[in-house]
């Protein structure tokens, strides 16, 4: 992918504002989604990464901003592709496709 096409699928795959986002990694739910290392899951890293990103100008993205927007992009696709059957409101894949900037319910 190039930064361009990056730019895009992250703008398609990341549906949460900074705002909403921040407000969402603040919550037990977001904390307790996803796979720990250590005391914060990968997700929710990935999460405060994203609000860095989503509030920065397009021309302030460093070549670790893109590659992150790729990772971001990458697990969004995947993780879509495991929805479990029925109600997904309050389950811990919403959470954790929310923990990425992600929310499917949107």
Do not use: C
């Amino acid at each position: 992918m190039d930064d361009e096409e990056t730019r895009r699928e992250f703008g398609a795959s990341v549906n949460m504002t900074a705002k909403q986002l921040e407000d969402w990694l603040r919550t037990d739910e977001s904390k307790a989604a996803g796979q720990h290392k250590e005391s914060e899951s990968i997700g929710h890293q990935s999460g405060r990464r994203i609000v860095e990103i989503l509030r920065k100008k397009k021309d302030d993205l460093s070549g670790d901003d893109l590659a992150h927007m790729r990772k971001v992009v990458g697990y969004v696709h995947r993780h879509l592709a495991q929805r479990p059957s029925g109600d997904v409101k309050d389950t811990t894949w919403r959470h954790s496709l929310m923990n990425w900037g992600h929310d499917p319910l949107h």
